[in-house]
């Protein structure tokens, strides 16, 4: 029996090499009707399109791999969740496939990269939170391994592409809503200094403050991530406040429940608009992860073509308003 | 230069082969600083596992592909992604990686199998969602493509390897709580007939309600998930209730906001144990997603060494009680 290649499939399809290609590496850019003639034609005539044989045609394996992140208290590891649905949604019509890890350091996650490209064709990988003095990113680019990020090289040079949101920008258009609704002591509830994403949404409160003339001290505690910790952090600071620009949901839900229990009324605004918030009527600054996704897997396509130099793109954040900011 | 094989990397690392077969399969089983000494040999020596190669011999691909399901309302779709987050976590120590792809429905899910099957080697499917008429695992099964599903056949025979969460047990535990605690006129807030799961969600309500002697007829009523829908559904229904069962914490959210909104005091029970259940106090029926997960991919390993007949496992809810239902 003469092997069945592309060509015979073509060719009992009546279609181009090129449409068969099409069907077995981007089905979603063939006309529906011409897809069935061509996988009738691959089904009668048993034709298996070799992965190895393909990746060395192609160089690709059409295979990326990202890290699913622990599942927290539900509340802010969605949003990284909703990231991995826009990235796994705008890859398939791009022709690759998204493969996840885990790992729970930066020594893991380097293990894991180790382990991967040893063990499986890997085209790239699409990092998420970046932070200061990120050892992975400098591990990949020594070994030549392709890769996008989500989230900027904090504090090391725009060497390789990159998508990110302006977290400033967020924590400075809430602070910006809350003034122009009124207020006038706004305090910032964030993290321990030193995260890039944390410092920066305390920067986006402090400079809007600042460039209003309104004094910031003393109007800030920062906390780990949590809504318990975020209440008990908050509510020695609330008799001073009449607003709460928030770097997380659920701090923000921690310093609602703060307030309700003190019953001092205090504006209060969150950082990602997460599900909980919707349901709650807590303001948020909403990301927008399907467009970040989307636009690092446009990225990627440039990086894996070496057919562009490194490209960033950082994206505006919005503002969600809802009952917890009463105007 | 003498080609660099898996032994000339044990013998420099001092390993047996079996030590390096893991490092690069399973390196979770395998001592740091042994997995330090292999990649130092694996690096210094140059030595890059050929992935098609090693199928070749191993006949495995060690890639296994899931659905991941459409972002919601971010509050019943988390649920799916819950046992992403376990699947990916029970695949890597068993030596398996998990590939995503998206599909609306049966059709486009089916459509994917093909070009997946054709465009990657995959070892096996993991399937969710499972219904009625699923066309899914007979085109599975009808091509000998290994997969198991997170959820019963519903309808059909058990022909092969499952893992479900009783779900009728589920409202039924909350049935039984209501009653204990005085409730009498406990009604059902679930979705329209036909969906497998729905449906057993409301027999687990109705049967224990008939087992207690008590009449269930017009305590029920059916309405797509949503928060919305849940609220309006339940308006005209609350002042006949003293308690709720509802099939969704999503519905369940609407309930207790029509409650709130008509004055009528009503304990509400959702299912799933979402983020948003616990932030706003609602009780609700949890399932154990990270073991059934853990237990999709044992079986798997029973199905791809074809050494275990098919098998199913039928997991037991929990009841996590919160504000939503006063004692």
Redesign the interface.
């Known amino acids: 029996m003469p092997k069945v290649t592309i060509a015979t499939v073509a060719e009992r399809a009546g279609v181009s090499r090129q449409t068969v290609s099409n ?3 981007t ?1 979603e850019v063939v006309r529906e009707e011409t ?1 069935a003639r061509v ?1 009738e034609a ?1 089904e009668a005539l048993g ?9 060395m045609r192609t160089g690709r ?3 990326i791999a990202v890290r ?1 992140e ?2 927290r ?3 802010n590891g ?1 949003v990284l ?2 990231f ?2 826009g990235l ?2 705008a890859a ?1 019509p791009a022709g690759y ?6 790992a729970t350091d930066d020594t893991e996650e380097i ?2 990269f ?3 490209l ?4 890997l085209d790239a990988f699409v990092l998420t939170s970046t932070h200061h003095g990120d050892a992975r990113t400098s591990w990949l680019a020594e070994r030549g391994v392709p890769f996008v990020t989500f989230g900027r090289p904090w504090g090391a040079p725009d060497t390789h592409s990159w998508v990110d949101v302006d977290n400033a920008a967020g924590t400075a258009m809430a602070t910006r809503h809350l003034l122009g609704t009124g207020h006038r002591r706004i305090g910032f509830l964030g993290w321990p200094a030193g995260s890039g994403v944390g410092d920066a949404r305390r920067d986006g409160w402090a400079s809007t403050l600042a460039a209003a003339g309104l004094p910031g001290t003393g109007l800030d505690v920062a906390v780990e991530d949590g ?1 318990d910790s975020g209440a008990a952090a908050v509510a020695d600071l609330l008799p001073s406040l009449d607003a709460l620009v928030c770097a997380s949901d659920s701090l923000a ?1 921690g310093a609602l429940r703060a307030a309700r229990e003190s019953g001092h009324p205090c504006a209060v605004i969150g950082f990602d608009d ?3 918030a ?3 009527g807590l303001s948020s600054v909403s990301q927008p992860l399907t467009e970040a996704a989307a636009c690092c897997i446009d990225l990627l396509a440039g990086v894996l073509d070496r057919s562009a130099p490194p490209r960033q793109l950082l994206f505006e954040p919005s503002l969600v308003l809802r009952h917890s900011t009463p105007l």
Chains 1, 2 share one sequence.
């Open positions: 069907v077995l590496n089905p897809r996988i691959i034709y298996r399109a070799n992965q190895a044989a393909r990746q394996s059409r295979l699913i622990p599942d208290d539900g509340i969605s969740d909703r991995l649905h796994t949604d398939a496939r998204v493969m996840l890890y885990t293990a894991t180790e382990s991967l040893t063990s499986y064709d809504i839900l997460t599900a909980v919707r349901v709650v």
